[in-house]
């Protein structure tokens, strides 16, 4: 598949001084009136926590708000995890169920209308202690009650990276999960609730990612922010050494049919401690930098298996909510109606089910 070279492209998004996100300006919207269905997005109001500066809270007005500035026809949104709101008390692998009362609570809060048209966090991806195995079962069924409905998927923590995340010191726990044997049987688990597990894993990760997809051949996995190519890793050296040792591995993921990708997250600086300073990047930079990801990616999975996300506000730190959506419509204005159609709205609503009821 083709996608857009950027030089082919005349038209560069206007700046609007009328809306801004934060301190920043946020670009006119291309393509306004198209569908979009931001498949991976986080709301919290996190507390201090030790070597991480306080993050400002982004709860549901602060994310409508975001989506209104942008002037993209965002319709529907799912909430993914992020440690966000557990319980202060219960036993330990129950307080995630917080998280998701939470979420539903946000979303009927959307549900509402009184915060727009976007129904915000339509479905939700919570977190189970999947390491559990089978012993996981009641921890699933008390995710799916607090859901209400609208639970889709499941999230463990997965990514793993000798030199840390964030600024943080890698946590030895998540170092090989997706290969033990415990994990799996808890992705098993999961078949009998219908959920999805989306997986955030970084480029060396990817190898274990396809021998769980063959492992579990009847589970839809979600792939989240391309596989998080290494481009930050000095280590790695320059761009024409490190782009194939991402390359190759996601081409061979996708001979799985049961996973899918999201295509987003290159806004986020993995070395760095999360601080939310809105960025400034234009879309027609963002597009640049971001096309040979998106372009493998759509090569590989095709359009039917691949979905655009935001990741706010995560990406914040590297560009404003408009910009984001506006770089992926430059990225992709060469392909079919019916590519873009599933890129920004259909296969993330067919994966995670926004079109039923919520």
Known sequence: ???????RNPETPRMNSTDRVGDSVDE????????????????????????????????????????AASGHSVTQTLYVECHSMYRHEGPLDLRPVGETEFAN??????????????????GIVGTANLTLAAN??????????????????????????????FGRAPDPRTKGVLLERAFRDGVRAMRRFGLSLDVWCLQTQ??????LADDCPDTVIVLDHLGTPLKIDAALGSNAEFFPAWRTPIVELARRPNVYVKLGGLGMDITSPIGMTEGRASSP???????????????????????????FPVDATTCTYGALWNAFK???AACSEDEKSALFSRTASTVYRLDLPT
Request: glycine fraction near 8%; aromatic fraction near 8%; proline fraction near 7%.
């Open 28 to 67: 006119l919207p291309l393509d306004a009136a198209r569908v979009i269905v931001d498949p991976h997005h986080h709301l919290w109001d996190h507390p201090t926590r030790p070597g991480l500066p306080q993050s400002k809270p982004f709860l549901l007005q602060e994310f409508v708000r975001v989506v």
């Open 330 to 332: 430059l990225i992709v």
């Open 136 to 165: 996981v079962t009641p921890i699933l069924e008390a995710q799916v009650a607090a859901g209400n409905g609208r639970l889709r998927g499941i999230r463990f923590p997965t990514a793993y990276a000798d030199a840390g995340l």
């Open 206 to 211: 990817l190898g274990e990612l396809a021998q």
């Open 1 to 7: 598949m083709r996608v857009a070279i950027l030089r």
């Open 285 to 311: 930079v963002l597009a640049q930098q971001w096309e040979p990801y998106v372009a493998t990616c759509l090569e590989a999975f095709g359009a039917h298996r691949c979905m655009f996300e935001s990741n």
């Open 105 to 122: 609570g946000m979303a009927a809060m959307s549900a509402s209308g009184r915060y727009g048209d976007c129904r915000v966090a339509a």
